[in-house]
């Protein structure tokens, strides 16, 4: 990456939090403040699926959440998502997206279809981003895997200037992987090269629960990588030797059946508030692995996240 494009991009990363922050299409000062409490809508695919999207986004806006990241769009016109969103007074913050929606013959048509719902953040979640041929049960650096993750920080450079030419952003989402994955001859982790090897226009949106998951420290990630983060998945862990209870709320992480044994290391929200205020966060995303038929762990997880001040 030449200078001059390495610059603009740094500019542009710094002029975006006000001009483009998602939410901030409304002249609403309350939508545009930080730290806004949103529901990731694949939480509840089933309950959605069942009730119809108009109602689901009526008990979503009942519990408090003041807006929605999407995960597909269950054959809603954009003008249909964005009468759904107004009525119910909710916005969108973000969607995900497998990154060939904002590859460079895809871009123009993905940010105008959001854009018309009122969305501006574009994020995959992993899709496209694991290197192919990479063995799940042993992440290791080789020639194809190390191409292919430096072809994947140019590709998010790239879609961060074409983004910002219609007035939207670009990020990428973690699941455990991205820690786990080791390239350059193991020196360095997927997650560390990716953002150290992309402009601060590329948004870092980080799943706290599966970053503890992967037993790093999310508060650290922040620190390394500070401003770029519009967004945060606020998750629960769940994962560890003997787990048996886990109901994916925020705030109960899961548990062993045995009381004298230690359960899942929990995020330790405590700690992680004071540095993502610092950092901008502007929107804590809640996603739940489990009861995706109802809104039994979304609603407290709400709760959980107003108890601690984030609304």
């Not at 455990?176 to 090269?193: A, K, V």
């Not at 109802?294 to 108890?307: I, N, Q, T």
Request: glycine share 12%; hydrophobic share 35%.
């Amino acid at each position: 990456m030449d200078i001059s494009r390495r610059n603009f991009l740094g500019g542009l990363a710094a002029g975006t939090v006000l001009a483009t922050a998602p939410g901030c299409a409304t002249k609403c000062c309350k939508a545009c403040r930080p730290g806004k409490i949103a529901l990731q809508l694949y939480s509840i695919r089933d309950y959605i699926a069942k009730v119809g999207l108009e109602i689901a986004l009526e008990d979503v806006a009942k519990i408090g959440y003041e807006g929605v990241e999407f995960a597909g769009y269950w054959d809603k016109s954009a003008k249909e998502l964005k009468k759904i969103l107004d009525d119910n007074g909710l916005v969108a913050c973000g969607t995900h997206v497998g990154r060939e929606e904002f590859g460079p013959d895809k871009i123009k048509e993905t940010c105008e279809f959001n854009l018309e719902f009122g969305n501006r953040f574009l994020c995959c979640p992993g899709g496209g981003n694991f290197p192919p041929g990479c063995d799940w049960g042993k992440l290791e650096s080789n020639d194809q895997t190390d191409g292919f993750v430096k072809m994947l920080c140019e590709f998010y450079n790239q879609a961060a200037v074409d983004a910002r030419g219609y007035g939207c952003l670009v990020g990428l989402h973690n699941h455990m992987w991205e820690f786990q994955l080791r390239i350059n001859n193991g020196s360095i982790t997927f997650w560390d090269y990716f953002f150290s090897n992309t402009d601060p226009a590329v948004q870092m949106e980080q799943d706290v629960g599966w970053t503890t998951c992967a037993g790093f420290d999310p508060c650290e990630q922040y620190r390394k990588y500070p401003h770029r983060s519009f967004t945060l998945h606020a998750k629960e862990n769940g994962m560890g030797d003997g787990i048996t209870k886990f109901d994916a709320i925020l705030g109960q992480p899961g548990q062993t059946d045995d009381p004298s044994k230690p359960g899942a290391a929990g995020v330790d929200w405590d700690r992680l508030f004071p540095v993502t205020d610092k950092d901008g966060v502007q929107w804590y995303v809640v996603e739940c692995e489990r009861h995706s038929d109802d809104l039994s762990a979304v609603a407290p997880s709400f709760e959980f996240l107003k108890s601690k001040g984030r609304i």
